[in-house]
């Protein structure tokens, strides 16, 4: 299972707005800390390093199911008629002759969530059918803080542009659509930084912290009918 926020996103989306920040950097001088045997870029630049996810609320739950009709060939599912609900990426595919933990990816092609081409795994072959694409989304509001080292000579500059930047409404248009929110940037800290030649340069410290959603799809499968029986039950007599 993959969140659907992954770190990657995170780190791109956070890089990508130090980079509309601080334009004059150019690129390559926005980098990903805890990555080994990569040099130093030269004059100002800006490390990222993440810190801590801590939880901000419950879970949110919330099952979603799609009916419909489809036949799969090797790893491509054909839906040829959609009866409710919507097929969303990641959920389980439930069938008669559907081989288990068979989950969509993809839409290839077609009217989003509706008929169309999905790419599916693992590869088989099924005759046309009614199928179930069930699974429940759970979601849970996090908060990500990331250590933004800032260096160079005119890091407590460059330092001071993220930090008002930051808690600002700038920052939450650059981040729009991205998943992540700006909540606030701390106040900028010199922390000398020693290189491998043990000389000190320019370095300002300050934490970001940001809210995502990641959530994650669970195979859950649901009844399209239900059949009762009903039977007598011998009730005691009243006092």
Do not use: C
Not at 98 to 109: K, L
Not at 114 to 137: F, K
Not at 215 to 230: E, K, N, P, R
């Amino acid at each position: 299972m993959t969140p659907s926020i992954t770190e990657d996103a995170v780190n791109t989306a956070l890089g990508n707005l130090l980079q509309a920040m601080l334009p004059q950097l150019g690129a390559g001088k926005i980098i990903v800390g805890q990555v080994n045997r990569v040099a130093e870029p030269e004059g100002d630049f800006v490390v990222m390093w993440p810190l801590r996810r801590p939880r901000l609320g419950t879970n949110f739950d919330q099952d979603q199911a799609g009916l419909f009709t489809a036949a799969i060939a090797g790893t491509s599912m054909t839906v040829s008629s959609l009866t409710s609900g919507e097929i969303a990426e990641g959920s389980t595919v439930f069938g008669t002759n559907v081989a288990a933990n068979t989950v969509i990816g993809d839409q290839i092609s077609g009217t989003p969530g509706g008929i169309g081409v999905y790419a599916v795994t693992p590869s088989q072959t099924v005759a046309s059918e009614t199928m179930l694409a069930g699974g429940s989304e759970i979601t849970q509001p996090t908060e990500v803080v990331m250590q933004i080292d800032v260096h160079g000579p005119n890091s407590a500059d460059n330092a001071q542009v993220i930090s008002t930047l930051f808690r600002d409404a700038y920052a939450a248009d650059q981040l729009d659509g991205t998943g992540l929110s700006p909540f606030f940037a701390d106040d900028p800290k010199q922390a000398p930084f020693v290189n491998a030649a043990n000389q000190y340069e320019n370095r300002w410290v300050l934490e970001a912290h940001l809210q995502i959603d990641p959530s994650v799809i669970v195979a859950q499968q649901f009844a399209t009918s239900l059949t009762l029986t009903l039977y007598d039950v011998d009730h005691p007599p009243s006092s």
